[in-house]
């Protein structure tokens, strides 16, 4: 299939298509300026896969959790471009992206959520696909859920902001970490394949972003 690709749930704008069996993509780093840059993002991408949007038969995007206006970005330019040609999207969990990227067939994802808590979730690999072990959730470091056995690989910034902190409640069992690892549209992409495969998309207006944090809006003098 002619598939697109779009990830904004960072500080990184990402964009990936699909020719048939060949891949392309770009990543870049936006700094909250990703609405500026997306759409020529995916411009460059179809051109360099040599494919008309007209083309594209589906489009996948990084629903999160993440940052909140990435979130929104990534939803909203996938909900226009699949509304106005009647394409069936399909959204892909952050934290699981993180696991397809890592190469690894145990992972502990987690991405900072600011406010002295992680977006959490932990996978392993079956076959050519992943197995929930943890679903994702937002917790303190220190309250994360345990898994069992060793060898986990430990993914995203999460590690980075609270390092020492998980790695007090998660001790041995996580023998790697990759805190500069981060979701990307490629494998945004990856795991949306068979999902269109199995006839699982969506109508456009169901693009929409996954928070976990109850409270997405919060005013200047609430915060933290």
Same mark, same amino acid.
């Given at each position: 299939?002619?598939?697109?690709?779009?990830?904004?749930?960072?500080?990184?704008? @990402?964009?990936?298509?699909?020719?048939?069996?060949?891949?392309?993509?770009?990543?870049?780093?936006?700094?909250?300026?990703?609405?500026?840059?997306?759409?020529?993002?995916?411009?460059?991408?179809?051109?360099?896969?040599?494919?008309e949007?007209?083309?594209?038969?589906?489009?996948?995007?990084?629903?999160?959790?993440?940052?909140?206006?990435?979130?929104?970005?990534?939803?909203?330019?996938?909900?226009?471009?699949?509304?106005?040609?009647?394409?069936?999207?399909?959204?892909?969990?952050?934290?699981?992206?993180?696991?397809?990227?890592?190469?690894?067939?145990?992972?502990?994802?987690?991405?900072?959520?600011?406010?002295?808590?992680?977006?959490?979730?932990?996978?392993?690999?079956?076959?050519?696909?992943?197995?929930?072990?943890?679903?994702?959730?937002?917790?303190?470091?220190?309250?994360?859920?345990?898994? @069992?056995?060793?060898?986990?690989?430990?993914?995203?910034?999460?590690?980075?902001?609270?390092?020492?902190?998980?790695?007090?409640?998660?001790?041995?069992?996580v023998s790697?970490?990759? @805190?500069?690892?981060?979701?990307?549209?490629?494998?945004?992409?990856?795991?949306?394949?068979?999902?269109?495969?199995?006839?699982?998309?969506?109508?456009?207006?169901?693009?929409?972003?996954?928070?976990?944090?109850?409270?997405?809006a919060?005013?200047?003098?609430?915060?933290?």
């Open positions: 299939m002619n598939l697109l690709a779009i990830d904004t749930s960072t500080d990184t704008c @990402s964009v990936a298509a699909s020719r048939g069996e060949a891949f392309f993509s770009r990543s870049e780093p936006a700094l909250q300026r990703q609405a500026e840059k997306v759409l020529g993002m995916v411009e460059g991408v179809l051109a360099e896969a040599r494919l949007l007209g083309q594209i038969e589906g489009i996948a995007y990084g629903e999160g959790p993440g940052s909140f206006t990435g979130l929104r970005i990534a939803a909203g330019v996938t909900q226009g471009l699949a509304l106005a040609r009647g394409l069936g999207v399909v959204g892909v969990g952050s934290l699981l992206t993180l696991a397809e990227d890592s190469a690894s067939e145990r992972v502990i994802a987690c991405i900072d959520a600011h406010m002295g808590e992680v977006y959490h979730a932990a996978y392993r690999r079956a076959g050519s696909g992943w197995t929930e072990v943890s679903p994702p959730g937002l917790y303190k470091p220190e309250a994360v859920p345990i898994v @069992s056995g060793s060898d986990w690989t430990g993914c995203g910034d999460g590690f980075a902001a609270h390092r020492e902190r998980l790695a007090s409640r998660l001790g041995d069992r790697m970490i990759r @805190s500069d690892a981060a979701p990307s549209a490629r494998a945004v992409l990856k795991l949306a394949i068979p999902r269109f495969a199995a006839g699982e998309a969506k109508d456009a207006a169901t693009a929409v972003p996954v928070y976990l944090r109850d409270r997405v919060r005013k200047t003098g609430e915060r933290g």
